[in-house]
């Protein structure tokens, strides 16, 4: 194996800035900074080109060119001799790293200004360590700690996600057991399910782990940066610097308006989840053809995950988009059996007029907000939805529910064929249990559900 | 702070400085390499003189870029280590601000350096973007 076949993944993950020198035919030197060099195979690299810059002139006219890069765990650095093969402007190595830019580009408000403009494959034509750039460590330095996680078998891994999540019995459990057998295997602390909502063209957060109770509920356009670009393109994506590409992108934006500053960019849309996340991958959840949701990971390591965290993480997808896809056909074919006592387990008798504190409940119709107290609670269809059971239950004495009679309800306007009702009510429930513990929906049965009042309850709808 | 040349051939080469200096009348410069890992550049402005020289800043990728011809190449006084030094603390703590350990980056080699002074052609803007490769006027 040569030395460049040899070299650590993490120097070619971008996160110490590379250098390229070219030289034009008339024999003028150029040195430019690379947000990132690619590793195709033994004797290729990738570098992006985005703008038809000097460098770009030069390797046209004269092929040379030379890079210095670092190994970003021990500073070691590197030198590459190339000599500029090719432009690639579609295919799978193009449509990957347009993905990455796509990304870094709709973060930093530059969709359509900071793009790709072809995939540039150089050979290698040399490869050294630069021996002497940095003074030997002293022998009782110990190297520093990179990635904290404990590497544990890949198939113990995938036999706890399995197990767990097959063995789940409603979309709920699922989920739960999903990131928790993620963080438990594989050490993945920071994670969440997005599913989309009723029109297709947003996400939402379902369901989190290590994020407080801040994680569910958010959302994100389809389209919109990482995750949002993920659902779009159906590609699982893996950023191992989140910062230094951020950073580049930043210095993008601030050229672009410093060379035409009359543009309207859009504004940066903030990173859902970690604010100082420094590695992410998310995964598209496809079953067959359907976007069923994305799966989210994210590390505040710059080297978090590499190759095979996103390898893993894609077979578990696969095996999680059906599962939920069984799991919502399950709830829905089983919505006419009767409750039991079985289902309905230990949970409280429902009270509508419950001694205790009462709290105020207000539905803006405008958006179908609901908000408890002064604090915001839910919107969209899972607002429309507590609203309804709410009246039910205050106007008619009503606690026991069943998801096709939502489904049947014209005033919910869920949509017909495949709809999101299950999701929605996982959504519901879970923003129930963080900001208002005294409402419970309660399952009473496959497709059945009670809603548990342990409050005064007081309703105002706001014209 | 990147160092580019080129050989007879015009094949490039590229060398992180170590430290740089204005001249006084503000049309020269003096730039640092190590002398360890210089053998190449030093063998292309021996061929040519011709100078890329590359500051970049890694907190916000703000770059420029100035082209010139070498003037004089000499070993770096003993005097100018400390200028060097409080660049390697500089860059040490700019890393050290993206995340990275200050003891990492003062382990960069930089001496006994090399002091290469050059005659400033050309100045350009170099930060990634549209504008990037713009002349920047009267700054050289």
């Keep these: 194996m040569t030395l460049f076949?040899?070299?650590?993944?993490?120097?070619?993950?971008?996160?110490?800035?590379?250098f390229i020198a070219t030289c034009s035919v008339d024999g003028i030197p150029n040195v430019t900074v690379l947000s990132q060099v690619f590793r195709l195979d033994a004797r290729h690299v990738a570098l992006s080109c985005q703008f038809f810059n000097k460098t770009k002139q030069n390797v046209l006219e004269n092929p040379h060119a030379t890079v210095q890069f670092y190994d970003p765990v021990d500073f070691t650095a590197y030198r590459l001799e190339l000599r500029y093969e090719r432009a690639e402007t579609q295919g799978p190595l193009f449509d990957a790293m347009a993905l990455r830019i796509q990304v870094i580009a709709s973060h930093t408000g530059l969709k359509g200004v900071f793009r790709l403009l072809s995939a540039d494959v150089y050979e290698v034509l040399a490869c050294e360590k630069r021996e002497g750039f940095l003074i030997p460590a002293a022998a009782d330095e110990a190297p520093e700690a990179v990635d904290p996680r404990v590497p544990q078998s890949e198939?113990?891994?995938l036999h706890l996600v399995s197990q767990r999540t097959a063995r789940a019995p409603t979309l709920d459990a699922l989920l739960t057991a999903l990131l928790e057998a993620l963080e438990e295997s594989i050490g993945f602390r920071h994670s969440m399910v997005l599913l989309p909502d009723e029109t297709g063209s947003r996400l939402f957060a379902v369901a989190s782990?290590?994020?407080?109770?801040?994680?569910?509920?958010?959302?994100?356009?389809?389209?919109d940066g990482l995750i949002g670009t993920v659902a779009r393109e159906?590609?699982?994506?893996?950023?191992?610097?989140?910062?230094?590409?951020?950073?580049?992108?930043?210095?993008?934006?601030?050229?672009?308006?410093?060379?035409?500053?009359?543009?309207e960019l859009r504004a940066e849309i903030p990173l859902p989840g970690l604010s100082d996340a420094q590695s992410q991958i998310a995964i598209p959840l496809l079953a067959c053809d359907r976007l069923m949701g994305v799966l989210a990971v994210e590390s505040k390591s710059a080297l978090g995950f590499d190759e095979w965290d996103e390898a893993f993480l894609d077979i578990v997808g696969n095996q999680v988009a059906a599962c939920i896809e069984n799991a919502i056909l399950r709830e829905r074919s089983d919505e006419a059996t009767p409750a039991t006592a079985t289902d309905a387990g230990d949970a409280p008798a429902a009270s509508v007029a419950a001694p205790g504190p009462r709290r105020r409940f207000r539905f803006f119709p405008s958006d179908d907000c609901v908000f408890v107290g002064d604090e915001y609670l839910i919107r969209n269809l899972p607002g429309r939805i507590l609203w309804k059971l709410l009246r039910a239950a205050?106007?008619?004495?009503?606690?026991?529910?069943?998801?096709?009679?939502?489904?049947?309800?014209?005033?919910?306007?869920?949509?017909?064929?495949?709809?999101?009702l299950e999701s929605r009510l996982v959504l519901l429930r879970r923003r129930l249990e963080q900001k208002c513990p005294e409402l419970r929906l309660v399952s009473t049965g496959r497709g059945h559900f009670r809603l548990d009042i342990a409050c005064g309850v007081e309703l105002e709808e706001v014209v | 702070m990147q160092v580019g040349t080129r050989d007879k051939d015009r094949r490039p080469e590229v060398l992180r400085a170590v430290g740089v200096a204005v001249g006084p009348d503000r049309s020269t410069l003096t730039v640092y390499v190590p002398a360890e890992l210089a053998a190449r550049t030093l063998a292309n402005l021996e061929d040519n003189g011709e100078l890329a020289i590359t500051f970049s800043q890694v907190i916000d990728h703000r770059t420029v870029q100035l082209k010139g011809k070498l003037v004089s190449l000499r070993r770096s006084r003993r005097n100018e280590r400390a200028l060097q030094e409080r660049w390697l603390a500089a860059f040490a703590e700019q890393l050290h601000m993206v995340g990275f350990s200050r003891r990492l980056a003062l382990r960069i080699?930089?001496?006994?350096?090399?002091?290469?002074?050059?005659?400033?052609?050309?100045?350009?803007?170099?930060?990634?973007?549209?504008?990037?490769?713009?002349?920047?006027?009267?700054g050289a």
């Design chain 1, 5 to 18: 076949e040899s070299l650590p993944a993490a120097c070619f993950q971008g996160v110490i800035p590379a």
């Design chain 2, 109 to 138: 080699r930089i001496w006994p350096s090399i002091a290469l002074e050059l005659e400033v052609r050309d100045l350009f803007a170099q930060t990634p973007g549209p504008g990037a490769g713009r002349r920047i006027e009267g």
């Design chain 1, 209 to 223: 782990r290590g994020y407080g109770d801040e994680g569910v509920g958010a959302e994100i356009s389809v389209g």
């Design chain 1, 234 to 263: 159906r590609r699982s994506l893996r950023l191992s610097n989140m910062n230094s590409e951020l950073r580049y992108g930043r210095a993008v934006r601030a050229s672009v308006q410093a060379t035409s500053g009359k543009r």
């Design chain 1, 155 to 157: 198939l113990r891994c």
């Design chain 1, 394 to 420: 205050v106007d008619g004495g009503r606690t026991d529910f069943t998801n096709r009679e939502l489904r049947l309800d014209a005033s919910l306007g869920l949509p017909g064929l495949r709809d999101n």
